[in-house]
């Protein structure tokens, strides 16, 4: 992986495919969750390969159903942690940590508390490229936003205690679609610095992924993105490493796990099969 990329770049497309799906879904009568700036991400990318951002164009895009299974996926991981943070506001939890944020755009869409900071940390060209597109459409935050441009394979928390984060606030921190993309000795050290600066309160929500390389072997949705040059079995790091689970269990956070299978379930909106074998889990960790 290079140690800079934008979002038609590298890692950074996979920010741009997420976004995408956000499109999809969000052009749904009963989307679970909707996100007005996604299609005008995929619209400012310009991509090489312009990706779906409707139902109609994503069931065309693989003709195989693939890439409208993925938009289910990603439309259910979106919603679990959306209410994941509706949650922390109604605990009363006012600082946000978003890692490996991409084009999410919760800063701008999920109602905060009064008085909510929010810190999202990426790749700068990535945060750049968001930003300006926010601004372009007329986005305001809502709370205090403040990007972190850095590496999470670096020293992170330096760059965001320097950008205000407060470690004696509890803090609610998220990492989605990320944990695939790290080497095994840079996620062992994200989780011991989230420890290590997390108040007695903080809450962290992680997406964990069975076996991501694996379910992609082959795929139209891993198609898709190569059309744009990127191979994300490429991307991805598959040393064993110990369950995020159990990682938090043995730090004293208490953890509840949701299988993706059981969030999609009760948000009425089933996987598809090939989807279900990946053995997506949600965990929930909430420090004491
Ligand atoms: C699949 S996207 C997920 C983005 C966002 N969390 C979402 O769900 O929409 C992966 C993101 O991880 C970021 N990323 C991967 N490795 C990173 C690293 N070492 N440092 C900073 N960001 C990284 C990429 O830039 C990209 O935005």
């Known amino acids: 992986m290079g140690r800079q990329w934008d979002v038609v770049s590298g890692v950074g497309v996979t920010a741009l495919a997420v976004a995408a799906a956000r499109a999809v879904e969000t052009s749904r009568p009963d989307a ?7 299609l005008g991400f995929v619209e400012a990318a310009r991509a090489p390969v312009k990706l779906p951002t409707s139902q109609v164009e994503a069931a065309a895009f693989d003709g195989q159903g ?9 439309a259910v991981r979106t919603r679990a942690f959306d209410d994941y ?17 991409g084009l999410d755009s919760r800063a701008f ?9 929010i810190y999202e940390i990426d790749q700068p060209l990535v945060l750049d490229f968001k930003l300006r597109v926010l601004r372009e459409h ?32 509890p803090t609610a921190w998220l990492a989605e679609g990320l944990l695939p993309y790290l080497p095994a000795e840079a996620e062992e050290s994200l989780f011991q610095e989230i420890h290590r600066i997390s108040a007695p309160g903080s809450r962290l929500a992680v997406e964990t992924i069975g076996d991501l390389s694996a379910g992609l072997a082959g795929t139209a949705a891993n198609d898709g993105v190569r059309t744009l040059g990127v191979d994300v079995r490429d991307l991805i790091h598959t040393e064993q490493r110990p369950a995020p689970a159990d990682r ?30 990946r053995d997506a889990r949600y965990v929930f960790a909430h420090r004491p």
């Open 32 to 38: 679970l969750t909707e996100d007005p700036y996604a």
């Open 66 to 74: 693939y890439w409208l299974e993925a938009t289910t996926y990603v």
């Open 85 to 101: 943070f509706r949650r922390a506001a109604e605990a009363g939890v006012t600082q946000a940590v978003l890692l490996a944020s």
């Open 109 to 117: 869409r999920l109602p905060w508390p009064e008085h909510a900071v």
């Open 138 to 169: 007329g986005a305001t935050a809502g709370g205090v936003h403040r990007p972190v441009g850095a590496d999470l394979r670096e020293d992170w928390p330096t760059a965001l205690e320097a950008a205000g984060f407060d470690r004696a606030r």
């Open 248 to 277: 938090l269990a043995g730090l004293g956070w208490s953890v509840r796990e949701v299988a993706a299978t059981e969030a999609a379930a009760d948000y009425g909106r089933p996987l598809s099969p090939s989807f279900a074998a």
